[in-house]
């Protein structure tokens, strides 16, 4: 796509008859491109994009059942989703996920108001999880409001160069890429525990597969650029046609000097 921009400016360019230099030249090619790149990232305002911007953030609260004679300790375990919204005044989505004894025993979805504190979508959902998993749902609130609960969080963010993958077409680059750099910030925030990795993942897997929707919407890219590409290329040429004006009035400029000396 980058390519089919550039070329496209470069033929409007030849056919103005307008004399740039080589640096004038690349510096307006470079700017129309960037009016693409906008239009494009603002086109796609629905994904974060932009490198570092947050997609989702993953918080993880654990602990394991007291010690007690004759028992085995039970990890306990749960994990918040959070999927902020790109639309002002509206909350970001937060998924929840309640692990026991190697089991998801209970799993929401909260839409948070905005402003809202994640402590509220946190209460509402272990009093949800002890009215309805009984009296493992009464273990789970118990120790996860103990003192020894431990939290994690870290933000999955989007990677370097991301947008200029997706409009050059390197799709598969670019999932990759994400799918890559969001395993690796969770490895990262479990300190390579493998039991809590897994803890995590099954835990993205119930909630309706959230670690994997924001590569998934990228995948879907694919059938909606062909049509922003046509709109990315156009806003380049007009940009770039504007860029051109001040050359345009120089030219006009010299000729008629040109014909008041009577010089050619």
């Not at 997609?55 to 085995?72: F, I, L, N, Q, R």
Request: charged residues 25%; glycine residues 6%; proline residues 4%.
């Amino acid at each position: 796509m980058k390519e089919d921009i550039e070329q496209a400016v470069l033929e409007m360019i030849k056919k103005s008859g307008v004399e740039l230099g080589v640096g004038e030249l690349e510096s307006i090619i470079d700017a129309s491109f960037n009016t693409a790149s906008e239009h494009i990232s603002n086109a796609l305002s629905c994904i974060p994009l932009k490198e570092g911007a947050t997609h989702t953030s993953v918080v993880v609260w654990y602990a394991k059942t007291p010690e007690m004679p004759g028992t085995v300790q039970k990890r306990v375990a749960l994990v918040a989703f959070i999927v902020p919204s790109l639309e002002t005044g509206i909350g970001p989505v937060a998924r929840f996920g309640a692990r026991y004894d190697d089991k998801i025993i209970f799993s929401n979805c909260y839409q948070m108001e905005s402003r809202e504190t994640l402590e509220k979508s946190v209460d509402v959902t272990l009093r949800a999880v002890e009215s309805k998993c009984e009296t493992v749902g009464e273990a789970f609130v118990s120790v996860m409001t103990s003192p020894d609960v431990e939290k994690r969080h870290v933000d999955l963010v989007a990677p370097p160069g991301l947008l200029e993958m997706i409009m050059s077409g390197d799709y598969n680059k670019a999932i990759a890429r994400v799918r890559e750099l969001d395993y690796g910030r969770i490895c990262d925030l479990c300190r390579s525990d493998l039991d809590l990795i897994n803890v995590i993942v099954e835990a993205g897997r119930v909630c309706d597969g959230v670690l994997a929707q924001y590569a998934s919407k990228i995948s879907r890219l694919a059938n909606e650029m062909p049509m922003l590409g046509q709109e990315a290329k156009s806003h380049a040429v007009h940009a770039a046609n504007d860029l051109l004006t001040p050359y345009r009035y120089e030219a006009a400029s010299d000729k008629m000097t040109g014909w008041a000396t009577g010089k050619p």
